[in-house]
């Protein structure tokens, strides 16, 4: 199966949870699941924004920080500056936390409501250069469709 094909497959699947649930955080945490195990990724997750700083969500893989500042590594910049980062090597991304070293390659999605952001995805690999312009594109398909209109019960 290609990536392409998986991500459809995907789509699908995150599309009939988030028909049939209200709740941010639950929905949250079976998106994190279905990314996870159709993609095969080293850990996926996400962070809620809580005053100045993101605090960890729900989330499948090793265990992770718990709060990144405002700013502050590849998930805290992505906040700030309201766009996807995609990270071919974090050892090379100015300021990376290193919440394991076994990550390699990292992006991180924004979820929005009303033009602030209340949450990100983060996807980390244990090998470089893992994600690229078709994960860009299916990630903020799934976040933009189905995360940010349930944006109000992340808080």
């Known amino acids: ?65 718990t709060r990144i500042a405002f700013g502050r590594g590849v998930c805290g910049t992505s906040w700030k500056e309201k766009r996807t980062i995609v990270v071919d090597d974090v050892e090379q991304f100015k300021g990376h936390i290193a919440c394991s070293s076994a990550s390699k390659s990292e992006i991180v999605v924004p979820i929005f409501s009303n033009d602030e952001v209340v949450a990100v995805l983060d996807i980390d690999s244990e090998k470089l250069a893992t994600f690229d312009d078709t994960d860009k594109k299916y990630l903020e398909k799934i976040t933009t469709l189905y995360l940010s209109p349930k944006s109000t019960f992340l808080r």
Do not use: S
């Open 1 to 65: 199966m290609t990536k392409e094909e998986k991500y459809e497959t995907l789509l699908a699947q995150v599309k009939a949870f988030a028909d049939a649930e209200n709740d941010g955080i639950a929905l949250m945490a079976n998106v994190a699941a279905i990314i996870h195990e159709t993609m095969d990724f080293w850990w996926t997750g996400f962070y809620r924004v809580v005053g100045q700083e993101l605090v960890l969500g729900p989330f499948q893989g090793p265990v992770a920080c």
